[in-house]
């Protein structure tokens, strides 16, 4: 697609005219006009629509511009790098809460010193909304917990994570998977990994959760959780930002679930400046595990028998 015809597209776009954006062009208004029009038979699709003396976009147009601005940001981004060999520009990024929370502050801090010309915008969502920001052009880049659907994308290891069990200090001992048989759980919304994981480690026993229950924070999940009303699974590296070790009770899961890996996606063959640079700070940086920090309170579970569990009396109604 030809950059100089979506540069006259979105002049006549902003200017709601072709005089206008000739003036602003510094073109005559035949040759704005003629561009416009061939632009339109290239996509087989009517850009512009004329109301009262002005030219509105048609829905098609406003498609394309929202395309023509990346693409014309991206352009002026590779010619800004290739002259001065440093990134610049904007990097919007996506990441999990506990990422956000936890892991990247450092990171992002130092990307900022090192590349002051790049302004990081963040997003946070659960691994699957983010994966679909990212194959839908969202987001350039983002940090998701495996399982997730990695096709059309490229991706890197970024961090270690190691996942325990939180719940109530009035609820009884969680041995096993059987011993969480019925209770409620507390999750973000579908898509979280970490959730997928809690749901597959009770079904593997045959168990279920009596409901789930949806928080936005890992905050509200933990205060929750210290109220009585269920489980959680959360990194160790939220439990040792928000020390509720007075409040709820820590279980180590099996290797095969606590052990996550945070992983950097980007689309497939989308390469730029600004991302080279977050992906190679983190290969500098190799990915920190939370296995080094405070043990847990109780052995590393293992399936049991069926136990009825007792809870406290604060249970919250589910959303």
Known sequence: MDLVALQIFKAVAEAGGITKAAARLHRVQSN?????????????????????RRLELSPEGRTLLAYAERLLALSSEAQAALRSGAP?????IGSLESTAETRLPPVLSRYHLAYPDVRLELVTGTSGALVGKVLSGDVEAAFVAEPFTAQGLETQPAFSEELVLIAPKGFAPIRGAKDAAHLPVLAFAAGCSYRQRLQSWLGRAGVSPERVMEYGSYH???????????????PRSVIRALRPEREVRLYPLPKEIAASTTRLVWRQ??????LDAL?????????????????ARSAVLRPSAARPPRRSSARAASR
Do not use: D, M, N, W
Not at 34 to 51: C, D, P
Not at 88 to 92: A, K, S
């Open 32 to 52: 704005v006009t003629t561009r416009v029009k061939q632009l339109e038979a290239s996509l087989g699709a009517q850009l512009f629509h004329r109301h009262r």
């Open 88 to 92: 610049r520009g904007v990097l919007r």
């Open 220 to 234: 509200a999940i933990v205060a929750c959780v210290a109220a009585g009303s269920g489980i959680a699974v959360v």
């Open 269 to 274: 063959g989308h390469r730029s400046a600004a």
């Open 279 to 295: 992906r190679s700070g983190l290969l500098g940086a190799p990915a920190r595990s939370a296995a080094g920090s405070r043990g």
